[in-house]
C-alpha cells in the first residue's frame, strides 16, 4: 500500500525558509517520479516541483525557480523541498504526489491525472 506523508509545514515570515518533507512507503523514491504541488485557497491546484524517477533531474514552475530545490534521499525514502526566500504569494497546502506507473515529471504540472497517490497535505503559511 503506498503512502505519502508530508511534514515540515508552518508559520514563517517573509524571506524566511522551510524545509518540507515526503516520507514515502509501499515504493521507492528513485523508482517513481516525486513531485510537490500546492493550492492556496480560491485558487486551482499548482505543480510546484518534480524530481524524476530516471536520473533524479528536477523541474520548477517559473514562480518557485532559484528559489525552491527538490531533493531525495533514498536510504530515507524521502523526498524534500527546501523552500527559501519565502513570499506570502506562497501560502498554500503544500502536497507530494506521484504516479502509480514510472513515469517521466514531463506532465506532472498539465496533466490532473498525473499523479494517483496524494498525501494529506501540509499548510505553510508565509505572513509577517
Known amino acids: 500500500q503506498v503512502q505519502l506523508v508530508e511534514s515540515g509545514g508552518g508559520l514563517v515570515q517573509p524571506g524566511g525558509s522551510l524545509r518540507l518533507s515526503c516520507a514515502a512507503s509501499?515504493?521507492?523514491?528513485?523508482?517513481?517520479?516525486i513531485a510537490w504541488f500546492r493550492q492556496a485557497p480560491g485558487k486551482e491546484r499548482e505543480g510546484v516541483s518534480c524530481i524524476s524517477n530516471r536520473d533524479g533531474t528536477a523541474d520548477y514552475a517559473a514562480s518557485v525557480k532559484g528559489r525552491f530545490t527538490i531533493s531525495r534521499d533514498n536510504a530515507k525514502n524521502t523526498v524534500y523541498l527546501q523552500m527559501n526566500s519565502l513570499k506570502p504569494e506562497d501560502t498554500a497546502v503544500y502536497y507530494c504526489?506521484?504516479?502509480?506507473?514510472?513515469?517521466?515529471?514531463?506532465?506532472?504540472?498539465?496533466?490532473?491525472?498525473?499523479?494517483?497517490?496524494w498525501g494529506q497535505g501540509t499548510q505553510v503559511t508565509v505572513s509577517s
Open positions: 504526489a506521484t504516479p502509480q506507473a514510472a513515469v517521466s515529471c514531463m506532465y506532472y504540472s498539465n496533466r490532473r491525472n498525473w499523479a494517483d497517490y
Open positions: 509501499g515504493l521507492a523514491v528513485d523508482y517513481q517520479s
